[in-house]
């Protein structure tokens, strides 16, 4: 994968004023902190309520919970990652991510509390395209079955699992991370490794990918 | 009866971005500089090669970059 680097950049005045409060002391850094606990709360808020209709068994006080949970949690990072702020955006959506990050972990994690982990195809023979011209599904009805073929034979059984688990079945990548105590990071490796090995199998094999994919 | 799922959507989710891509990490790291330079019209994409990628292949990076987009860009919650 490509690894990307950011330059430092003149900080604006806002975030500037919120690097200084953050780094003073006493009641003018107690003052700082308490207004960025305010603003991470307010993302993680946002965080619940765009993904509340898919979570009906969490009751509001569970998500209020949820919530301040994340707020808390980002504002621990926030204040430990302080110098790695390099100004490259504003402050405030620099320090909005980590509130979203901890709320979405948490909603993920509390979907699939007490939920098996499904490691092993539960979808082949389910797709259907519709849209498409007969001779257009039959030629990639033939892709999905050298897919699936590729997949038991080029992917090692890590690589399998892990590509079943996130890309079929749709499991989120950091509950997947968790419950294999691994990182997201190192799973998201594994996948891009094993979607590799399967469009260069698939191209060796002769078989036409379409530009979208 | 639950709605199938598309062949070609099932297809592009074991495939993956066929461009090369950043991974979960340095999309986070970079993630609010994209978003700010989105919500300011510039391009993205010149600046942060490799994450528009990313966001195709990995669907929480996916859901934080729009979550985060909405949220700096003022939209309400649902």
């Given at each position: 994968m490509k690894a990307a680097t950011a330059s430092p950049r003149q900080l604006d005045s806002e975030s500037r004023e919120w690097l200084r409060g953050l780094r003073a002391t006493g009641a003018e850094r107690d003052e700082a902190v308490a207004r960025l606990h305010a603003l991470l709360l307010r993302a993680a808020r946002f965080e619940v309520a765009r993904r509340r209709p898919s979570l009906p068994h969490l009751r509001g006080n569970d998500l209020d919970e949820v919530a301040l949970q994340a707020a808390d949690d980002a504002l621990m990072s926030v204040l430990a990652r302080l110098d790695d702020f390099r100004g490259a955006s504003r402050f405030t959506t620099w320090a909005y991510k980590f509130g979203l990050l901890e709320a979405a972990v948490k909603l993920r994690r509390r979907a699939w509390q007490g939920r098996e982990i499904p490691?092993?195809?539960?979808?082949?023979?389910?797709?259907t395209s519709a849209s498409l011209e007969p001779d257009e599904q039959a030629e990639q009805s033939e892709l999905l079955s050298t897919l699936q073929r590729a997949i038991d034979s080029v992917l090692t059984a890590h690589q399998r699992r892990v590509l079943v688990a996130l890309a079929l079945n749709g499991v989120p990548i950091d509950v997947l991370a968790e419950r294999l105590n691994t990182s997201r990071g190192a799973l998201y490796k594994t996948l891009h490794d094993a979607r590799r090995k399967l469009?260069?199998?698939?191209?060796e094999s002769g078989m036409t990918l379409e530009e979208e994919l | 009866m639950s709605e199938r799922p598309d062949l070609k959507q099932?297809?592009?989710?074991?495939?993956?971005?066929a461009a090369p891509e950043i991974g979960?990490?340095?999309c986070f790291e970079r993630l609010d500089e994209y978003v700010d330079l989105?919500?300011?019209?510039?391009?993205?994409?010149?600046?942060?090669?490799?994450?528009?990628?990313?966001?195709?292949?990995?669907?929480?990076c996916r859901e934080e970059h729009e979550s985060l987009r909405a949220l700096v860009g003022g939209k309400q919650a649902l």
């Open positions: 490691l092993e195809p539960e979808t082949w023979g389910l797709f469009r260069k199998h698939l191209e | 099932a297809l592009g989710r074991l495939l993956g971005p979960c990490d340095e989105e919500l300011a019209g510039q391009d993205p994409d010149t600046v942060i090669p490799g994450l528009r990628a990313h966001l195709d292949g990995c669907p929480a």
